[in-house]
């Protein structure tokens, strides 16, 4: 019992949000430096390294061949609520849009500029162009006009890494509990990566809002195993195996706890906005035959496609012990080893493995869990964020557009 | 708590149908511990968040955790032994170590 995540919360539920042009609130005011392919990620890294302010988030893609999930993912993750602004960094030959992620975020109402490595002369004036168009467009974000926000307009997105045998017992189902009391108040949950899910399909789907959803979670699950066969192993790091889990479906299992109880409102695709309330599973294998590789090579992978659905923040919970983070949205850590709480205390948000000793019940440790999600969209760092961590990551990948029946509350008024 | 009240805490039942019990604190092998009543002796080290079998487990059987399936024995275990990747395989897909040379070798 560490005095760490005990605090008495100070408002009714209300959060001083950031109104966004398209009626979107934010609990960040991120500033976005962008770099369109890898050749121009070194200028850009040079540019918010110089500019020093935790505001400013560097993200990018590294390829040359353009890719419309990359593109959509840019576009949503530069317009996302808690992104205020961007500067665009490309180095002018590679193949990513430039000109429609720029027409994309000015239409959104935000203030945005582009350089051009080879228009503007090479690294040096490129960098000192680049710190002077983060002021500009930063001086502009600063104007962004504040406004209560409801725990009912939060998105919440939860991940977990680095599991292990406690992960299914302790923080991952007090995830479960969380998400349900955010459910209940309205608000909007995501939890994803269905090759983690495998194992889970047929429980899964009876909690489907309807039979066809049901069977389009089914087979969304089916795909993930195809896919995980094809590349030759599942979702499962060495890690986990230190850790006691055995096999693919035990993890799933316990990841499959962190969706807690509500019902599951539809299936949604990286990038993919939900339309309503309620609890939403991300479908984040890719679609066709096998062509890039992993669906996700890292946790970071899963989170920004999270992000770029629309979550303000995301619950990691972790029982080997994550420590990262991630460009524009807080990262809260629960941890669900004792053991490992004790040696990494000082990444982690909430102590989950407090459960293991008899020191505090699932019920309670969802509701602290609850409370630090509240805590952390009013403004209060998270572990992670007050450390520094922004990790960013973006591959290759290929997506069709998910049917009618994935989003059955899309189709009523 | 004594050593001996501790290990007797060590492992959990999660759902009254799992054939395996979870350990909630790291138990040497050689500890004698209580399961439901009856002493059993450790063989292996257990480590926090290791399963071990509930019941003697023959190859063929399915391992049952939360009540749900996790897998197939290979392997025979006893009482009380490791339950593990070593003698417990996946119905689905296999898992990974980390010999790099034989890992990721994609098509």
């Given at each position: 019992m560490t005095g760490k995540a005990q605090f008495v919360m100070d408002d009714e539920g209300h959060i001083q949000g950031y109104l966004r042009p398209d009626g979107r609130k934010g609990i960040r005011n991120v500033t976005l430096v962008i770099y369109?392919?890898?050749?121009?990620?070194?200028?850009?890294?040079?540019?918010?390294?110089?500019?020093?302010?935790?505001?400013?988030?560097l993200i990018g893609f590294p390829g040359c061949y353009p890719n419309s999930y990359a593109f959509q993912m840019l576009s949503r993750l530069a317009t996302h609520p808690n992104v205020g602004g961007a500067v665009l960094l490309s180095l002018g030959c590679e193949g990513f849009d430039r000109a429609k992620l720029m027409e994309d975020i000015i239409a959104s109402g935000r203030p945005a500029e582009k350089l051009v490595i080879q228009e503007l002369g090479g690294t040096r004036a490129t960098i000192e162009a680049g710190i002077a168009a983060v002021a500009r467009?930063?001086?502009?974000?600063?104007?962004?006009?504040?406004?209560?926000?409801?725990?009912?307009?939060?998105?919440?997105?939860?991940?977990?890494?680095?599991?292990?045998?406690?992960?299914?017992i302790t923080a991952n189902p007090a995830v479960g509990r969380c998400f349900d009391q955010l459910i209940d108040a309205g608000a909007t949950c995501i939890f994803e990566e269905t090759g983690e899910l495998i194992g889970c399909e047929q429980i899964m789907a009876e909690r489907a809002i309807t039979p066809q959803l049901g069977q389009e979670?089914?087979?969304?699950?089916?795909?993930?195993?195809?896919?995980?066969?094809?590349?030759?192993?599942?979702?499962f790091a060495p890690g986990n195996a230190d850790g006691g889990l055995s096999t693919q479906e035990e993890k799933s299992l316990g990841a499959y706890s962190k969706s807690g109880r509500s019902p599951i409102s539809g299936l949604i695709k990286p990038g993919d906005i939900p339309p309503s309330s309620g609890l939403y599973?991300?479908?984040?294998?890719?679609?066709?035959?096998?062509?890039?590789?992993?669906?996700?090579?890292?946790?970071?992978?899963?989170?920004?496609?999270?992000?770029?659905?629309?979550?303000?923040?995301?619950?990691?919970?972790?029982?080997?012990?994550?420590?990262?983070?991630?460009a524009i949205?807080?990262?809260?850590?629960?941890?669900?080893?004792?053991?490992?709480?004790?040696?990494?205390?000082?990444?982690?948000?909430?102590?989950?493995?407090?459960?293991?000793?008899?020191?505090?019940?699932?019920?309670?440790?969802?509701?602290?869990?609850?409370?630090?999600?509240?805590?952390?969209?009013?403004?209060?760092?998270?572990?992670?964020?007050?450390?520094?961590?922004?990790?960013?990551?973006?591959?290759?990948?290929?997506?069709?557009?998910?049917?009618?029946?994935?989003?059955?509350?899309?189709?009523?008024? | 708590m004594d050593s001996a009240n501790a290990?007797?805490?060590?492992?959990?039942?999660?759902?009254?149908?799992?054939?395996?019990?979870?350990?909630?604190?790291?138990v040497?092998?050689?500890?004698?511990?209580?399961?439901?009543?009856?002493?059993?002796?450790?063989?292996?080290?257990?480590?926090?968040?290791?399963?071990?079998?509930?019941?003697?487990?023959?190859?063929?059987?399915?391992?049952?955790?939360?009540?749900?399936?996790?897998?197939?024995?290979?392997?025979?275990?006893?009482?009380?032994?490791?339950?593990h990747h070593h003698n417990l395989a996946s119905d689905y897909i296999a898992a990974h170590g980390r010999d790099a040379s034989s890992a990721g070798n994609e098509p």
């Open positions: 369109l392919v890898e050749c121009a990620h070194h200028v850009a890294r040079a540019i918010v390294t110089k500019c020093d302010d935790p505001s400013v988030h467009v930063k001086a502009r974000v600063e104007t962004a006009p504040r406004a209560v926000m409801a725990v009912s307009e939060l998105v919440v997105g939860t991940i977990c890494g680095g599991s292990d045998g406690t992960s299914g979670i089914e087979a969304a699950v089916a795909k993930a195993a195809a896919y995980y066969t094809i590349l030759g192993y599942g979702s599973l991300m479908d984040v294998v890719p679609d066709g035959e096998v062509r890039f590789g992993f669906p996700n090579i890292s946790d970071n992978a899963e989170i920004v496609e999270m992000i770029a659905s629309g979550c303000h923040l995301i619950l990691f919970t972790t029982g080997r012990g994550s420590v990262v983070g991630s949205s807080p990262v809260i850590k629960i941890c669900a080893n004792p053991e490992t709480y004790d040696r990494m205390a000082e990444d982690m948000d909430v102590n989950a493995g407090r459960i293991l000793r008899q020191q505090a019940s699932l019920d309670a440790v969802g509701d602290e869990i609850f409370d630090w999600t509240r805590k952390v969209a009013s403004g209060t760092q998270s572990a992670s964020e007050a450390m520094g961590h922004q990790e960013f990551i973006l591959t290759y990948k290929s997506f069709d557009a998910v049917g009618p029946a994935c989003l059955p509350r899309a189709n009523r008024v | 290990a007797d805490h060590a492992f959990l039942l999660l759902d009254s149908s799992d054939n395996i019990l979870i350990c909630t604190c790291s040497s092998a050689g500890t004698i511990v209580s399961f439901e009543g009856a002493a059993v002796r450790l063989r292996d080290d257990i480590g926090l968040g290791h399963k071990v079998a509930r019941f003697a487990l023959a190859a063929g059987d399915k391992v049952y955790r939360y009540g749900f399936p996790i897998g197939t024995m290979i392997h025979a275990v006893e009482r009380g032994g490791h339950v």
